[in-house]
């Protein structure tokens, strides 16, 4: 370890998520494959275990395989923010197509924000989940406007909960000077990542279903009848009436179709060493979520117990190393928090999220396989409820009806699932924040 390491990092770093310390992915051999089953689940995050939970009750046996183990994924390490998470503006959406379902769009948004809420309660879910609100701090004079003016100009119907606060007062709701204020969104909520994905989990196992880590799948093919889908892994071949990929930022050529629709962001983060609980509160005192209103994103938060600093952005492109990203956020932090220049770091880690052209999720079938990803940084909620709105299209429930099912899921000329033009947006969008526009 170099003399800047050992300046940044407290003794007992480790790279990987904070939220494993709580709740650790789960080890073991991985159990015999069945032969055949009526549902296959691709991947084990938020998606695929509420998607399989619908099936399972509904009487469909069902199994969810994974390359590496349950949850290995975004699933457990994000940053635990609850959000409505629709990224197009009502205007863009009713322009491309018409006012109804810009005004659907939304509301499927806000429904799945109060959604999470219902199914953790049903479940008996622990994951310190609580409904506190989010800080959208303003990065420029210029952006506090555009704030009022989105808050002033909601459409009929879409209101949400919010309310502006100046930079005068800003000091109530962040210690920091590098915001001119910002917007309080009042129904956002927190949870811990890792310990809600257990509980899904939980549930998944607890309705019948079967959940297989360290099985990849490698091939999948429509048996020639028509009638279902022989899947080969790793650890041998299941046939399945239907097949459900649920694979978001981890989509691969398995499905070439879905990856040209969905491209993985590396997303960062980093946990400060135990601050005290006294200096950490003084950060955010009113313990809310925060983001700001730069395109490169930032989020952060403190940790449930209150005494460290929960950090993430996209620093990079397609570094891996935790190590190597942990000093460039580091560099954000103390750019808000001055006064944590010699706080050390505990944890790093990262993550790719799925993100689509259009920047909102998709879910549907398309040639006779399922899908729902793409949820665009906001997977927390979108991707527990639109899992769940797919595994009941599955079963053929009208419940399970979604417009985004209706709306043309898009790809770009040769994209081919590796994202070659994220370099030139992020350095464009890196230069517009360093301007402020």
Sequence with gaps: MNNYSSRLFSPDYREQ????????????????????????????GYTGLCTALQTARGGRSTLVIDSAEPGWGCSSRNGGQVSTGI?????SLEKEFGRETALEVHREGQRALSWIGDFIQNEAIDCDYRVCGRFFGAHTARHYDKLAQKLASQPPGLEMKAFLVPRSEQSTEIDTEFYHGGLVQSQHAALNPAAYHQ???????????????????????RSRDGAGFAVDTDRGRVRAG??????????????PWQQRRVF??????IATEDLGEAVARSLIPGNR?????????????????????????????????????????????????????????SHSWMGFVGWTFQHMPHLGRHDGIWYSMGYCGSGVALASYFGTRLGQQVLGLDEGRSVLSDLPFRTRPLYYGKPWFLSASVGWYGFLDRIGI
């Design 87 to 91: 990224k197009p503006d009502y205007a």
């Design 17 to 44: 998520p904070f939220w494993w310390e709580q709740t650790p992915r789960p080890v073991g051999t991985p159990a015999p494959l069945p032969a055949s089953v009526d549902v296959l689940v691709i991947g084990s």
């Design 264 to 269: 993985p962001i590396g997303t960062y983060m």
């Design 199 to 221: 509980g899904i989990l939980n549930s998944v196992l607890e309705s019948g279903a079967s959940v297989v880590g360290h099985t990849r799948a490698t091939r999948i093919e």
């Design 289 to 345: 979520m925060i983001v700001d209103t730069r395109r490169i994103v930032v989020y952060y938060r403190l940790s449930p117990d209150g005494r460290r600093l929960l950090f993430g952005g996209r620093v990079s492109l397609n570094e891996t190393n935790p190590r190597i990203s942990a000093p460039r956020l580091h560099d954000h932090v103390t750019t808000i928090f001055p006064q944590l220049r010699d706080a050390k770091v």
């Design 242 to 255: 239907e097949v459900v990929v649920a694979t978001s930022g981890y989509t691969s050529r398995l499905t």
